[in-house]
């Protein structure tokens, strides 16, 4: 199967291409190489590479020449700096999307695997020991400001147990881009109905591994922990630390997109399909940067107190449908994979690509 992988010259796309490759598949790579994400121009890929920008529809529609399926990574990730940022994620993650879906309907290809993330939940999964499964609203920069990180029953104000998202719970983006995330599915969404097509959205929780990229505001919190060791400081853990997380190894995120861009076939035609992509072992972020500095050997991370409005307190996942359906599961523990990451290398710096 010859696929198209935008923004495969990045974090997650590059390891995907490897896998394809590995797979027996061949993998053609889009990528921009964006100054933020690529600060010195890679070395030439063994794939057909075409630099060119996904927003680009005569690049894109030359890239889809002979192409059968798309795995679309390409993207503005992270929450960014501030607000400012916004134009930026809606310009490079949904009209970036939009342009490619357009070129598609026009080619032919009908088969897309899309980088989804966790983000589009917003808050995870709640239970009050009253009113059982609940969804907190936002959390109150007052509340966060006295160190009151804990999401509380919206009916009665009661302390709530934190479980498992799936799939089927409602879309609550809480930030720029978790919103443009969102706006992506449902172009595909759109795509799909319009034209028969097939489209599978692996939504990430927090992937994590070699080459991912270091010191800079748009990378996730393993990143900067991971970057924070490699200048000998110790990680600042924000909040009390307390936060869970799904984090998966990229080798395994680059298993199920192949997976998934091979199963694309067999699912239904017209139709987008949300799988949630995480280890289904949830840690802490304090667990995640004691046991990165352990492995790193480095200083112990540093509890701030420090919060920011666009985070979540936890959303951890329920991956059992993408194992029941597909057959995918991960193989990097977690010790394992972060005593891998401890010692690995990471990119100069992202903003965009994969």
Sequence with gaps: MRVLVTGGAGFIGSHIVTSLRRAGHE?????ALLPGAHPTVPDPPEEEFLH?????AVSVRAALRGVDAV??????VGLGKDF????????????????????????????????????????GRYECPRH???????????????????????????????????????????NVYASTKLAQEHLTAAWARSVGGTAVSLRYHNVYGPGMPRDTPYAGVASLFRSALARGEAPRVFEDGGQRRDFVHV????????????????????????YNAGSGHPHTVGEMAAALARAHGGPRPVVTGEFRLGDVRHIT????????????????????????????GQRASAAVGG
């Design 71 to 76: 795995c679309h990574q390409a993207a503005m």
């Design 132 to 174: 059982g499964l609940v969804r907190p609203g936002p959390r109150l920069p007052e509340d966060l400001e006295a160190g009151r990180f804990e999401p509380r029953c919206p009916v009665c104000g009661s302390e709530l147990t934190p479980g498992l998202v799936g799939e089927d719970a409602p879309a609550d983006p809480r």
């Design 84 to 123: 400012a940022d916004a134009p930026a994620y809606v310009s490079c993650n949904d009209l970036g999307t939009a342009v490619l879906l357009s070129a598609m309907a026009e080619t032919g290809v009908r088969r897309l695997v899309l980088a989804g993330s966790m983000v589009v939940y917003g808050e």
């Design 317 to 344: 996942a329920d991956s059992s449908r993408l194992r029941r359906d597909l057959g995918w599961h991960p193989e990097v523990g977690f010790d394992k994979g972060m005593a891998e990451f401890a010692r690995a």
């Design 251 to 274: 080798r395994d995120v680059a298993a199920a997109n192949v997976i998934a861009l091979e199963a694309a076939g067999g699912l239904p035609a017209g139709a987008l399909t949300a």
């Design 27 to 31: 993998p053609v790579v889009l990528d």
């Design 52 to 56: 060119a920008d996904v927003r680009d």
